[in-house]
């Protein structure tokens, strides 16, 4: 069914991922999400780096203390007894060890802190060499399987040249394990900051956005006829804009009514020359005064009919208006009731207020045609409807007009017949045979449908369906 699509106030889930909004907080969520993994990635590598330039330098410093806690007795006994303030080096398989080992001839005997339960083997010199300083250090396996960093030196003990080699070495494992737990709770830190972030700044350009929401809704009661015009203050990157809109909106109507006027006023030019024609054809009678009169008249229906639908179409895609449906139906209804005592009529109407996006005098005509055409064609009863119809989601709101009668009906093969102008299926009875093309060009201009079927009753069964307004 052709209508036009209703103004939707809120944007619908399909139409979400291409508003404005959703663009600008997905690229800021985005960048939010980027900005934090940066951040995560630039403080982890800065901890780490931090972590393991203390671990080495607490590894140095239990190094030379070591160093300067032994040395070697005459007979060549490496002797002392070292203690290097640290608890984790008397605990067993700590992964926290030092050892003293002979590293020249007539150095004999070895040391050990009592948390190493048996011996770490260690790479040889080949493999990693000392450096000037008689220092190397390199990765070992400790004894519960813990990755130990060590830190080893030969030094020489006396004056004898007498060397030992000292080994100091600490839980690789534990730094690791402590990295990760900062990395975790950062990682955790950082989620609900950007979390918190995104939600706010989401937030903040919901609320930024909220003028133009206002625009849109003012726009729609505009379209709806609630309003002439968008009222209300906006904010300077958006006030020009609705004096823009509110400019069209004033020239729409002054083109609007400029092309009414001329309408009305091509039907007065025109109403008296075929008045004069008219009469001129009746008074001069024989054949040919007729056939004059009958094209006078036959121009004047014309130009009537094109003229209503000239002002219909003026009106068309313009601002909408309003014109509520049950009064205008239960007037019209009990007008024809009286000139028509002889035809039972009966009316149903909605519980709900119905509006049509349409004018006053349109529907009063489209009404009254059909109504006629009933009254005329019924033999005892006319029925007339009127209810709301559900369309599909994101359609317009629609409304149908039922009006059925006990007469003859049409067939289904002369229904689209009757709908041309000046067509008449029965000459005997009195009209013009307009009436229903009015309707179809009226119900047509507004963009609905007008559909003849047979009725309950037995007779013709006209259905017509409208835009209304929510």
Do not use: C
């Amino acid at each position: 069914m052709p209508t036009k699509p209703a103004v939707s106030k809120t944007p619908s889930l399909r139409s979400w991922p291409h508003s404005l909004a959703f663009r600008v907080i997905a690229f800021s969520t985005v960048w939010a999400i980027l900005t934090l993994v940066v951040i995560f990635t630039l403080i982890t590598t800065l901890y780490r780096q931090a972590s393991e330039r203390g671990f080495d330098s607490l590894l140095s410093a239990h190094l030379f203390n070591l160093i300067g806690s032994v040395g070697v007795s005459e007979g060549g006994q490496l002797t002392g007894a070292p203690d290097l303030g640290d608890l984790r080096f008397s605990e067993p398989n700590s992964g926290w060890y030092w050892s003293v080992e002979p590293a020249s001839e007539g150095v004999h005997g070895d040391l050990h802190s009592s948390s190493m339960t048996k011996a770490i083997p260690s790479p040889s010199v080949a493999e990693v060499p000392f450096n000037a300083s008689f220092q190397r250090s390199y990765s070992a396996d400790g004894i519960e399987g813990e990755q130990l960093e060590v830190f080893e030196s030969e030094f020489v003990l006396d004056a004898k040249n007498r060397a030992a080699r000292f080994r100091v070495m600490g839980n690789q494992t534990e730094l690791e394990q402590e990295i990760a737990s900062f990395q975790r709770r950062l990682l955790t830190y950082l989620s609900l900051f950007g979390v918190g972030m995104i939600a706010i700044n989401a937030i903040a350009i919901l609320l930024g956005l909220q003028p133009l929401r206002r625009v849109r809704n003012a726009l729609a009661m505009v379209r709806e006829g609630t309003a002439q015009r968008l009222d209300g203050r906006f904010p300077a990157e958006i006030e020009p804009l609705a004096n823009e809109t509110n400019a069209l909106i004033e020239n729409n109507r002054r083109i609007v009514e400029r092309s009414r006027t001329q309408v009305g006023n091509l039907a007065h030019s025109l109403k008296t020359p075929l008045a004069v024609l008219l009469n001129e054809g009746r008074a001069l009678g024989g054949a040919k005064g007729q056939l004059i009169a009958e094209q006078a008249a036959s121009m004047q229906k014309q130009v009537d009919h094109y003229l209503q639908r000239a002002r219909v179409a003026a009106q068309r895609d313009s601002v909408v208006y309003r014109t509520p449906v049950a009064p205008l139906v239960q007037r019209m209804v009990r007008v024809l009731q009286k000139l028509n005592p002889q035809t039972a009529l009966s009316l149903s109407l909605p519980a709900t207020n119905i509006v049509f996006a349409g004018e006053r005098e349109d529907l009063e005509e489209l009404l009254g045609n059909l109504l006629d055409n009933a009254m005329k064609w019924a033999r005892s009863a006319v029925a007339v409807s009127v209810k709301s119809v559900s369309g599909e989601e994101g359609a317009a709101s629609l409304f149908e007009i039922s009006i059925e009668d006990d007469g003859p009906g049409i067939p289904d093969d002369k229904a689209r017949e009757v709908l041309q102008r000046g067509r008449r299926l029965d000459e005997t009875k009195p009209g013009s045979g307009l009436g229903l093309a009015i309707v179809a060009d009226l119900v047509n201009e507004y963009g609905g449908v007008l559909a003849l079927e047979r009725s309950v009753m037995g007779g013709l069964k006209a259905m017509v369906r409208l835009r209304s307004l929510q």
